[in-house]
Each structure stands twice: as structure tokens, then as C-alpha cells.
């Protein structure tokens, strides 16, 4: 079991580049995937990236892909979520998840962080 705290949130223009870490504490860090998601006003929670335990094989949303790179250095237990050219539609909360497999869906993942806000401003 791990447990997982996102960090990096906060309020940008469109146009800049952010990026997100998601700490992983516990054992056996490589053995998961892990996810990123995020959840705007008024919206279902999306998925946004994931990346596999060892391989490093990866899935990204049609909406952020060739924007968004999400990679993971199983050594520092963490994840990033690099995120550049930023629009406004990307203000949300972004979580991290963990999972034993990489999936699209959310409730393939049972360990979540609490979430960080990020604001895009136009």
C-alpha cells in the first residue's frame, strides 16, 4: 500500500507550463501505476495520463496529449505530471491514483491523493 500527496497547484496564465509531482510513502512504489485525473467545477472526474509501475508504458486523454508528459523515477517514489501550453479549460483539481494496472478508469485505481488546484487565467 502506498500513500500518495500531489503539490505544485496554484494559479498561472494560459500559456505557461507547470509542473506537478506526486509523492508516493509505502513500500514497493514500482509495483503500481499510477494516474493522473482531474475534476473542474460542475464536472465528472477525467482522466488525464497514467504510467505503468516498470516499464514506464504510458496513456494519455486525446484533450492533453502532446501537451501533457507524465513520467516517474521509481528511486524518489514520484510522479510528474508535466503539463505546458495551458488553457483556461485546464483549471481543475489534479489527483494522483494508484493502481496495480494501468487503466483509463478511475475505479481501477484505489489509492488517491488529496488533490492540488490549478488555475489557468486567460
Known amino acids: 500500500q502506498v500513500q500518495l500527496t500531489e503539490s505544485g497547484g496554484g494559479l498561472v496564465q494560459a500559456g505557461d507550463s507547470v509542473r506537478l509531482p506526486c509523492a508516493a510513502a509505502?513500500?514497493?512504489?514500482?509495483?503500481?501505476?499510477v494516474a493522473w485525473f482531474r475534476q473542474a467545477p460542475g464536472k465528472d472526474r477525467a482522466f488525464i495520463s497514467a504510467?505503468?509501475?516498470?516499464?514506464?508504458?504510458?496513456l494519455y486523454a486525446d484533450s492533453v496529449k502532446g501537451r501533457f508528459i507524465i513520467s516517474r523515477d521509481n528511486a524518489k517514489n514520484t510522479v510528474w505530471l508535466q503539463m505546458n501550453s495551458l488553457k483556461p479549460e485546464d483549471t481543475a483539481v489534479y489527483y494522483c491514483?494508484?493502481?496495480?494496472?494501468?487503466?483509463?478508469?478511475?475505479?481501477?485505481?484505489?489509492?488517491w491523493g488529496p488533490g492540488t488546484q490549478v488555475t489557468v487565467s486567460s
Open positions: 491514483a494508484a493502481g496495480l494496472n494501468l487503466r483509463w478508469h478511475d475505479f481501477m485505481y484505489n489509492t
Open positions: 504510467i505503468s509501475g516498470s516499464d514506464n508504458a504510458t
Open positions: 509505502g513500500r514497493s512504489f514500482s509495483r503500481y501505476s
